[in-house]
């Protein structure tokens, strides 16, 4: 199991950009699928991007393609969300998770493939 933690979010104008962070303790970490998710108050937990243990594939959400970069460091254990032209509807919650891969290609979108998950970093956007 995976101690996931995720930083970098805070207010920003709209057109803007944040970074988040998602970091891991553990140094298997680099084993593991990682995904972003997002969640805004009264709504279902979103996928939005998710990146391979070796950084080689990624997925991203319909919305924010083109905005948003996933990427990872395995020597840093740590997960990138660059996050560009941020919208008001961005503002959500934004948690990182982890799915412990069995292929190279296995890269989920659904929530109930990740099993570990950070507390989150809230990202607010205004108009």
């Known amino acids: 199991q995976l101690t996931l933690v995720e930083s970098g979010g805070g207010l920003v104008q709209a057109g803007g950009s944040l970074r988040l962070s998602c970091t891991a303790s553990e140094y298997t970490f680099s084993r593991y699928t990682v995904g972003w998710f997002r969640q805004a108050p009264g709504k279902e937990r979103d996928f939005v991007a998710t990146v391979n243990w070796r950084g080689s594939i990624t997925r991203y959400a319909d919305s924010v393609k083109g905005r948003f970069t996933i990427s990872r460091d395995n020597a840093k254990n740590t997960v990138y969300l660059q996050m560009n032209n941020l919208k008001p509807e961005d503002t959500a919650a934004y948690y990182c998770?982890?799915?412990?891969?069995?292929?190279?290609?296995?890269?989920?979108?659904?929530?109930?493939?990740?099993?570990?998950w950070g507390q989150g970093t809230q990202v607010n956007v205004s108009p």
């Open positions: 998770a982890a799915h412990l891969a069995g292929v190279e290609n296995a890269v989920p979108t659904t929530a109930s493939a990740y099993d570990d």
